[in-house]
């Protein structure tokens, strides 16, 4: 199976700040087809996950545009430009390249 | 727009059995894979299930083979989740997750809690 790493797994962040988030995965994520199938979702508390980011850096529809995902190959980011207070939560990457799909550890965004 | 509504969950003896039910709503569901995802209590996402359009391929995740089938009524606009042999690691919310197919989930009901103890 494929392994998702992200990192940091606690990202406290200033009102207004940007923040980046990354997201490893073991092996490739170009799928014989080429595209690369990197998705990133939102987890805020007490509600289901949401999709932000679809193949790599395509924004789901309603998402904002301070959200943004870039990379290549194995090695991905999510970024917020400036985080909102509703942007609190849980963030999790999933891989769909290869079943099953797997998701990173997720990483926690909280206010400063 | 896109509904989805879990049922089924509960307080079931390790070894028991569960059957998990979602129904679908706001889209055309047998055009659609569809999946289970479950979460542990705090902890992270893992994908259980997916299954295709007409129930033909499905397939499930190492720890779940063998245990846990996935099934669907297109008629009935449904999936469903047939857990047998539970056990304490199965404890989590288990959602019910619209393939885009396209590699990826976009639609996500809130959830139904399956507890795993005696």
């Known amino acids: 199976d494929f392994v998702m790493t992200q990192s940091p797994l606690s990202l406290p962040v200033t009102l207004g700040q940007p923040a980046s988030i990354s997201c490893r995965s073991s092996?490739?994520?170009?799928?014989?087809?080429?595209?690369?199938?990197l998705s990133w979702f939102q987890q805020r508390p007490g509600q289901s996950p949401r999709r932000l980011i679809y193949q790599i850096s395509n924004r789901d529809s309603g998402v904002p545009d301070r959200f943004s995902g870039s990379g290549s190959g194995t090695e991905f980011t999510l970024k917020i430009s400036r985080v909102e207070a509703e942007d609190v939560g849980v963030y999790y990457c999933?891989?769909?390249?290869?079943?099953?799909?797997?998701f990173g550890q997720g990483t926690k965004l909280e206010i400063k | 727009e896109v509904q989805l509504v879990e049922s089924g969950g509960g307080l079931v003896q390790p070894g028991g059995s569960l059957r998990l039910s979602c129904a679908a709503s706001?889209?055309?569901?047998?055009?659609?894979?569809m999946n289970w995802v479950r979460q542990a209590p705090g902890k992270g996402l893992e994908w259980v299930a997916i299954i295709n359009q007409d129930g033909g391929d499905r397939h499930c995740v190492a720890s779940v083979e063998g245990r846990f089938t996935v099934s669907r009524d297109n008629a009935k606009n449904s999936l469903y989740l047939q857990m047998n042999s539970l056990r304490a690691e199965d404890t989590a919310v288990y959602f019910c997750?619209?393939?885009?197919?396209?590699?990826?989930?976009?639609?996500w009901g809130p959830g139904t809690l399956v507890t795993v103890s005696s």
């Open positions: 997750v619209r393939d885009d197919g396209h590699h990826s989930v976009d639609s």
């Open positions: 706001g889209f055309t569901f047998s055009k659609y894979w």
């Open positions: 999933m891989q769909g390249t290869q079943w099953p799909y797997t």
């Open positions: 092996q490739s994520l170009v799928h014989s087809d080429g595209n690369t199938y």
